[in-house]
């Protein structure tokens, strides 16, 4: 699934995209490149610097900040807003084979995140669900770990704990638990 992100800074707009195999963010040269209902790869990328998911992830600079992503919403306002909830189902769709019912857990809980919790996931992360660790019994990574990145959160582990949370330089934007609650009841068994 891809997903831009719009980012003011000063005087003009960036459009941003995700590598739908590497999960790095790319700033695009070319708007047109940007249709949300295709895949999109680094290998894509017009900037010749940036066609490779072997290179690091372009970082936006202190003064930009992010106006829009799929999956968030504007603070106070109420969420649960209509192309959230495309985003969140296209995306579960997509990773529909990783729903195990340890995933399904791990999707509940993040819907019913508080306001509260997102506000410290947004400065200071919180703690994954399920686990205290980011690693399943037999050493591999959560199925869940992949969805939540999709959806735009980042993870970090510190002293083997797995904390979430919001990408950086997020502007007045806030993650639309309603919208994904909403997109988690449809049914996903299909492509």
Same mark, same amino acid.
């Given at each position: 699934?891809?997903?831009?992100?719009?980012?003011?800074?000063?005087? !003009?707009?960036?459009?941003?995209?995700?590598?739908?195999? %590497?999960?790095?963010?790319?700033?695009?040269? *070319?708007?047109?490149?940007?249709?949300?209902?295709?895949?999109?790869?680094?290998?894509?990328?017009? *900037? +010749?610097?940036?066609?490779?998911?072997?290179? +690091?992830?372009?970082?936006?600079?202190?003064?930009?900040?992010?106006? !829009?992503?799929? #999956?968030?919403?504007?603070? #106070?306002? +109420?969420?649960?807003?209509?192309?959230?909830?495309?985003?969140?189902?296209?995306?579960?769709?997509?990773?529909?084979?990783?729903?195990?019912?340890?995933?399904?857990?791990?999707?509940?809980?993040?819907?019913?995140?508080?306001?509260?919790?997102?506000?410290?996931?947004?400065?200071?992360?919180?703690? #994954?669900?399920?686990?205290?660790? %980011?690693?399943?019994?037999?050493?591999?990574?959560?199925? !869940?770990?992949?969805?939540?990145?999709?959806?735009?959160?980042?993870?970090?582990?510190?002293?083997?704990? %797995?904390?979430?949370? !919001? +990408?950086?330089?997020?502007?007045?934007?806030?993650?639309?638990?309603?919208?994904?609650?909403?997109?988690? %009841?449809?049914?996903? *068994?299909?492509?």
């Amino acid at each position: 699934m891809k997903r831009k992100r719009k980012v003011d800074c000063l005087e !003009y707009s960036d459009t941003w995209i995700q590598c739908d195999a %590497c999960h790095k963010w790319r700033k695009l040269a *070319d708007n047109s490149m940007a249709n949300s209902s295709a895949a999109w790869f680094c290998s894509m990328n017009t *900037d +010749p610097l940036y066609q490779s998911c072997r290179v +690091p992830e372009q970082y936006i600079q202190n003064s930009c900040k992010i106006t !829009y992503l799929p #999956g968030f919403h504007l603070k #106070g306002t +109420p969420g649960g807003e209509k192309q959230n909830v495309a985003f969140f189902t296209s995306v579960l769709k997509e990773h529909h084979s990783l729903i195990s019912a340890q995933t399904k857990k791990a999707l509940t809980w993040l819907a019913k995140i508080s306001m509260d919790k997102l506000a410290v996931m947004e400065t200071n992360g919180i703690r #994954g669900p399920i686990l205290n660790n %980011c690693t399943s019994s037999n050493g591999t990574l959560n199925p !869940y770990h992949k969805i939540f990145q999709a959806f735009g959160l980042v993870k970090r582990v510190e002293k083997g704990v %797995c904390r979430w949370f !919001y +990408p950086k330089n997020l502007n007045n934007l806030t993650f639309d638990v309603a919208a994904l609650g909403m997109a988690f %009841c449809e049914p996903l *068994d299909f492509v």
